[in-house]
């Protein structure tokens, strides 16, 4: 099959988050089962300093009024996946993220920016002679793709099949009504069976209701979004499409996480050589000022930290983690008040708590290694990929059972037989407390060893899910939906 991947980041070039590692693993495990996949992707600063001047761009024209657009084919670096670049430089060409300013504010054009990157691959898509390739198949990510069904219903001919996937309900995608206009849709389109959500235009609601089929990155969380709890109050919408919605597990890449060959970590291991993993504990305390002890146990965290994440509870077992001799280690950035918690923690007990603001990609993979435990104690999480490295490094995972966290950790005291980490249901600070007290139990016990060898047996790769995607696209060429 031909596949166009539509995806706002894409690891290595841009990524604020696991969408990335998808957008870049599953084209990837699509291409080994025969497919062609092609990834289309912004052409932000960065992202065109690094693919710039390979192929002759195939230019666009000015879609939007905006500002001219072209496509650069490229390929991605790594696993040489083709790529098409999108080049508008009135959109894209600024220094900051994404989505937004190096201050963390949204750019004011997002609607432009993620409306050009839908109307690139409709063009691609249904006019097909800009490139000498079509595809058979478009797969949309996120709110920011999310224009693309929408569009190849307006186009009314014939039109390769649409798929969504869901990586994260919270983020809608919503601008103001009077913007619909600027992003080439008609105002019918405002409505509750349209794009209309809360009084606002999303990008979001369009993938949800305009694609053939709809998919997102776990069982659990496909039921989850079901439900006025998750459902963001798209609950009605998603039930009404279960039958065209499909939870499907991600991957890891298992090349880029390998501990036996990874080239961020200081030392290499393996299940049957585990000494190396010591020696990445012992520089992970040096490198961030903690007391070198090989049997204190240390928590790790990889993660944004938003509300999404649960680091409030993670703070409120500090107590606990400081009295039982543990040592946390946390990487990352987000809101303010977390950063300046953690920041705090880490001033008034250097020798247990390490806090690394910032992106770093190398240092992640050193938490995961030199870590005993990762701690993702999300209130809600579609899929989540850091339980997922964390059990291949041999770091056993403490989670709230929800979403793609449910499906991949199983509780070992639930399931002694089976489980490789430590879950809870409840989103409070108890119900943690006594997930964490119960990894510290068996931390420094032939019981730990055993689950963690367990651990580091389960394989994640991408190959069954990729398969499952197949199956949506085939049903989804064979059955399409028709809106409008
Ligand atoms: P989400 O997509 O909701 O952020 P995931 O667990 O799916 O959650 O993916 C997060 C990805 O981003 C993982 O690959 C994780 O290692 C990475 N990541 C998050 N924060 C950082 C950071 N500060 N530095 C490096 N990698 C990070
Ligand atoms: C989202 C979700 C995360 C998921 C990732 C990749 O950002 O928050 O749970 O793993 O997308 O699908």
Known sequence: MRVLMVASELFPLVKTGGLADVAAALPRALERRGHDVRVLVPGYRGVLERTEGRLQPVPLGDP??????ELVPARLPGSGTRIYVLRCPALYDRNGGPYGDAQGMDWSDNHLRFGMLAKAATIVAVAGAPLGWSPQVVHAHDWQAGLVPAYLQLWGGARPATIFTIHNLAFAGR?????????????????????????????LKAGLYYSDRLTTVSPTYAREIQTAEYG??????LSARAPHLHGIIN???EDVWDPARDAALPATYDRAHLEGKVKIKLALQREL???????????????????????????????????????LVVLGSGAGGYELALGEAARQHPQQVGYR??????????????????LVPSRFEPCGLTQL?????????????????ADTVLDSWAYPMHGTGFSFRDATNWAMGNAMWRGLQAWGTPRYA???????????????????????????????????
């Open 357 to 374: 603001r910032g992106y770093d990609e190398p240092l992640s993979h050193r938490i995961m290694a030199g870590s005993d435990f990762i």
């Open 175 to 203: 601008f103001h009504p009077m913007l619909m206009a600027a992003v080439g849709l008609p105002h019918s389109l405002y409505a509750a069976h349209g794009v209309e959500l809360y009084g606002a235009m999303s990008f």
């Open 289 to 327: 000022g903690l007391r070198q002890d090989p049997r204190a146990p240390i928590f790790g965290m990889v993660s944004r930290l938003t509300g999404q994440k649960g680091v409030d509870l993670i703070l409120g077992n500090m107590r606990l983690l400081l009295q039982s001799g543990a040592q």
């Open 64 to 69: 939007l009024g905006v500002g001219n657009a």
């Open 232 to 237: 963001e109050g798209l609950q009605g919408l």
């Open 450 to 484: 055993e689950l963690q060898q367990r651990a580091m047996r389960r394989s994640f790769g991408w190959d069954p899910s990729a398969a499952a995607y197949e199956q949506v696209y085939l049903d989804a060429l064979m059955e399409p939906i028709r809106k409008l």
């Open 389 to 405: 490295y964390a059990q291949r490094y041999g770091a056993l995972p403490i989670v709230r059972e929800t979403g793609g966290l």
């Open 251 to 253: 991957g890891i890449d």
